[in-house]
């Protein structure tokens, strides 16, 4: 399994940025991904890399706001959040997998995630 560490959650106004990064060790893994959740909402998947080839995906909620990157040599996957809205605020998971499409793969390690709030 893989362990994952995130950082870089906080408070910040509407329309500021922040960004988190997720510290990966263990067993090799094919994709990572980020997920949210606000309280009373189901998970949802913000982000994913493929982390051979770098292909990203985005669902339109954050498209042009949000970019994934990661740096292979030090294992560490980022989120760059631009343009923040108050209905970015959540807690932010990175997670794992060893499947390679990261889109429709199944992720089974999860960091311990980190607060994100936008205020008005």
């Known amino acids: 399994q893989v362990h994952l560490v995130e950082s870089g959650g906080g408070l910040v106004q509407a329309g500021g940025s922040l960004r988190l990064s997720c510290s990966a060790s263990?067993?090799?893994?094919?994709?990572v991904a980020w997920f949210r959740q606000a309280p009373g909402q189901e998970r949802e998947k913000v982000s994913c890399?493929?982390?051979?080839?770098?292909?990203?995906y985005y669902p339109d909620s954050v498209k042009g706001r949000f970019t994934i990157s990661r740096d292979i040599a030090k294992n560490t996957l980022y989120l760059q959040m631009n343009s923040l809205k108050p209905e970015d605020t959540a807690t932010y998971y990175c997670a794992a997998t060893r499947g390679t499409a990261c889109r429709w793969a199944t992720y089974d390690s999860w960091g311990q995630g980190t607060q994100v709030t936008v205020s008005p």
């Open positions: 263990g067993l090799t893994f094919g994709a």
């Open positions: 890399i493929s982390w051979r080839d770098g292909y990203t």
